[in-house]
């Protein structure tokens, strides 16, 4: 099932010979900051799977969950810079935490070295089958002549969803009421039973209650259309400026890791994503393989930091 091609394993291995001797020369810890099911956790089980082949040492997940994925960082943050312990980043635990945090235990910047990006995955906007709005001019009108009527849900205060729902309300001047559930699942529980009328989420998650009809996409937070989704229109073709928002997958390490053991798995991931096979998975899973090397991966974090520290400002969202 999962088969690596000859051409990309020997010119790894001939890179890798040079750049770090002798890694990896026992299991590899990977840190994945939110609980089992999720599409965070698909994508890391797919990068494990594929590491574990081409570095021949077993990538085991570990899911350490809570805190919008401030537990698990922080974990990893305070890990020996060996290697061996590395973290699934996400622009949840990397940039919105930092922002709504007050008492964070780790520093995005100073605490981790970067290695690369791996995937990204689109945020769509769901209503449930009773609301009254079957696309998005309807939901807009309805949402301006009702000011928070409408309950949006998200996996908690301050998590990436939440963030987007702040950022579509900015820029559309609506107003949702704000309905926080410890994780996504049940938000989107009470999204199928009509207790909350609007979601922003993770593709993946949705895509079987879209089929079943149980609710409805009216806009996709991606400058294209989905591949999986294809008659979504983008929120920029809906008139929405400046509200695209994907949530991207990387790979970190503890600072202080050696440069050679970065490059090594820089060389690892570039090579995973230029796969034919991986591509079709990650595709499969709702996904899009976002390559970048460490400075690529540094410069999002900076970016979306200065973006949504923005947000939090004009959004008046308080520090917990």
């Not at 060996?82 to 973290?87: E, W």
């Not at 609007?198 to 400058?223: D, H």
């Amino acid at each position: 099932m999962f088969k690596i091609t000859a051409v990309l394993l020997a010119a790894l291995g001939c890179c890798s010979a040079v750049s770090a001797q002798g890694y990896p020369d026992k299991p590899i810890n990977l840190v994945v900051p939110f609980a089992p099911g999720g599409t965070v956790n698909l994508t890391a089980r797919l990068l494990a799977t594929r590491m574990s082949q081409m570095l021949g040492q077993p990538v085991v997940v570990d899911n350490k969950p809570g805190a919008g994925g401030a537990i698990g960082a922080g974990y990893v943050a305070k890990a020996r810079p060996d290697g061996y312990t590395l973290l699934y980043a996400t622009m949840g635990a990397q940039v919105i935490q930092p922002l709504v945090s007050r008492n964070l235990n780790y520093s995005p910047s100073r605490d981790f070295a970067p290695i690369a990006l791996f995937a990204t995955v689109p945020n769509v906007l769901a209503v449930s089958a009773n609301t009254p709005a079957k696309n998005m001019a309807e939901l807009l009108k309805y949402a301006k002549a009702n000011p928070g009527k409408l309950n949006m849900g998200s996996a908690g205060q301050g998590s990436v969803n939440h963030m987007i729902g702040e950022l579509f309300m900015l820029r559309t001047c609506v107003r949702f009421t704000h309905v926080p559930y410890k994780g996504a699942g049940p938000a989107t529980t009470d999204l199928l039973a009509g207790q909350i009328q609007v979601l922003f989420a993770n593709l993946p998650g949705l895509q079987p209650y879209v089929k079943s009809g149980k609710v409805r996409l009216l806009g996709v937070a991606s400058k294209q259309r989905n591949a999986a989704i294809p008659d979504v229109p983008t929120f920029a073709e809906l008139g929405i400026p400046d509200a695209e928002t994907e949530s991207w997958s990387a790979l970190m390490a503890p600072a202080g890791t050696s440069p050679e053991i970065v490059r090594r798995l820089q060389d690892t991931v570039k090579a995973i994503t230029s796969d034919a096979s991986t591509v079709k998975l990650l595709h499969d899973q709702g996904a899009l393989p976002l390559y970048g090397n460490g400075d690529n991966l540094s410069k999002v974090i900076t970016d979306d930091t200065r973006r949504w520290s923005e947000v939090v400002r004009q959004a008046n969202i308080q520090l917990e």
